[in-house]
T-cell receptor, first 114, second 113 residues
Framework: DVKVTQSSRYLVKRTGEKVFLECVQD?????MFWYRQDPGLGLRLIYF???????EKGDIPEGYSVSREKKERFSLILESASTNQTSMYLC?????????????FGSGTRLTIV | AQSVTQPDIHITVSEGASLELRCNYS??????LFWYVQSPGQGLQLLLK??????LVQGIKGFEAEFKRSQSSFNLRKPSVHWSDAAEYFC???????????FGTGTSLTVIP
């Protein structure tokens, strides 16, 4: 089974801190994605990457950046955390070769900014 | 532009009753359609998917979904709901390359004994 691992299930950080959320997948997938999930808003795409060193903005990139130095790891960075970034963050990966499995999601990181 | 609409924000059903969750999509080409389930505090798990062929697809946990091109719908059904089915359900459409998905806003299911 494809496994997508997010390093923290729960995280509490202070306003203004630089926050790193880590995501690692073990199936050699080229595509990786970061979403945030908020009640009533569903999943909103923050950033995605189709290859190492490659990144594309999603629908809500403001206040975030990403890093993909290795194929298996995709990091989301909150440059200066603010309370409106308190949310559930979900990482996903997929193969571009349309293997039919769609996205595989990590378990999520519940981030609270105080 | 691609989009997915789940018109029901929240649904409550009794255990043992039947269930139908609605999903409508907007996509110019042949859609690739998915249903995911999210238990509290968890990530999303794939329930079932439709790519082509038989328009009635079977998934895990006794769920099925029917693709109706004329109605642009992909509704999820289960004949008899169990208490463990209480969760958030997301419908999604993928581009024909599979590189990007578009999600609905989700339907929260409550099951009462």
């Amino acid at each position: 089974d494809v496994k997508v691992t997010q390093s923290s299930r729960y995280l509490v950080k202070r306003t203004g801190e630089k926050v790193f959320l880590e995501c690692v997948q073990d199936m050699d997938h080229e595509n990786m994605f970061w979403y945030r999930q908020d009640p009533g808003l569903g999943l909103r795409l923050i950033y995605f990457s189709y290859d190492v060193k490659m990144k594309e903005k999603g629908d809500i990139p403001e206040g975030y950046s990403v890093s993909r130095e290795k194929k298996e790891r995709f990091s989301l960075i909150l440059e200066s955390a603010s309370t409106n970034q308190t949310s559930m963050y979900l990482c996903a990966s997929s193969s571009p070769h349309w293997d039919g499995y769609g996205y595989t999601f990590g378990s999520g990181t519940r981030l609270t900014i105080v | 532009a691609q989009s997915v609409t789940q018109p029901d924000i929240h649904i409550t059903v009794s255990e043992g009753a039947s269930l139908e969750l609605r999903c409508n999509y907007s996509y110019g080409a042949t859609p690739y359609l998915f249903w995911y389930v999210q238990s509290p505090g968890q990530g999303l798990q794939l329930l079932l998917k439709y790519f082509s062929g038989d328009t009635l697809v079977q998934g895990i946990k006794g769920f099925e979904a029917e693709f109706k091109r004329s109605q642009s719908s992909f509704n999820l059904r289960k004949p008899s709901v169990h208490w463990s089915d209480a969760a958030e359900y997301f419908c999604a459409v993928a581009t024909n390359t599979g590189n990007q998905f578009y999600f609905g806003t989700g339907t929260s299911l409550t099951v009462i004994p």
